[in-house]
T-cell receptor
Framework: GAVVSQHPSRVICKSGTSVKIECRSL??????MFWYRQFPKQSLMLMAT?????????EQGVEKDKFLINHASLTLSTLTVTSAHPEDSSFYIC????????????FGEGSRLTVL | AQRVTQPEKLLSVFKGAPVELKCNYS??????LFWYVQYSRQRLQLLLR??SRESIKGFTADLNKGETSFHLKKPFAQEEDSAMYYC??????????FGQGTELSVKP
């Protein structure tokens, strides 16, 4: 199957700083990537759809100025958590489709953010 | 409204027992439904999708439009089936909407 990779897998930062998480499709090109947030043993909440070459589409209730998404190439999307606070601590997961005609999404390994 | 509901947060069975993980959905169009699995310390991965009508690792799921359900079943659970299971619905925009997840624990 297709491979999606995230970096870093774990990051700890101080409150008020910004953190960037990268999501790469390693063996396919993705015009669209999806960013999810997951709380322990809970569901994945879709945050936004990252579109290559255009603005991201955010889900209701997600602050676009807080969670900056950039999709500069067909294999890379980045999520920047700006002015992070402890409540932003979570597991962030990206995903993408290798074939836009199929429904299957391939997921990254996730990035655990801890804000002190 | 588009919604996926998994009523059971935790399901605990003994090895060899039948398993049914429940999933109900709410969607106005023609849904495309999936089951994803997340084993301990691994990434989320596709288990099966309703359009394939296939059996993966002994699991099957049938879409029942009348009951708006897509329950996941396995006749004889194995210890290695212990994991988090997520039912998901793909809408026309290509977004995947997840249920709350059910933790399956298979005891020896």
């Amino acid at each position: 199957g297709a491979v999606v990779s995230q970096h870093p897998s774990r990051v700890i930062c101080k409150s008020g700083t910004s953190v960037k998480i990268e999501c790469r499709s390693l063996d396919f090109q993705a015009t669209t990537m999806f960013w999810y947030r997951q709380f322990p043993k809970q569901s994945l909440m879709l945050m936004a759809t990252s579109n290559e070459g255009s603005k991201a589409t955010y889900e209701q209730g997600v602050e676009k100025d807080k969670f900056l998404i950039n999709h500069a190439s067909l294999t890379l999307s980045t999520l920047t958590v700006t002015s992070a606070h402890p409540e932003d601590s979570s597991f962030y997961i990206c995903s993408a489709r290798s074939d836009p005609n199929t429904g299957e999404l391939f997921f990254g390994e996730g990035s655990r953010l801890t804000v002190l | 409204a588009q919604r996926v509901t998994q009523p059971e947060k935790l399901l605990s069975v003994f090895k060899g027992a039948p398993v049914e993980l429940k999933c109900n959905y709410s969607y106005s169009g023609s849904p495309e439904l999936f089951w994803y699995v997340q084993y301990s310390r691994q990434r989320l991965q596709l288990l099966l999708r309703h359009i394939s009508r296939e059996s993966i690792k002994g699991f099957t799921a049938d879409l029942n439009k009348g009951e708006t359900s897509f329950h996941l079943k396995k006749p004889f659970a194995q210890e290695e089936d212990s994991a988090m299971y997520y039912c998901a619905l793909s809408n026309q925009g290509g977004k995947l909407i997840f249920g709350q997840g059910t933790e399956l624990s298979v005891k020896p």
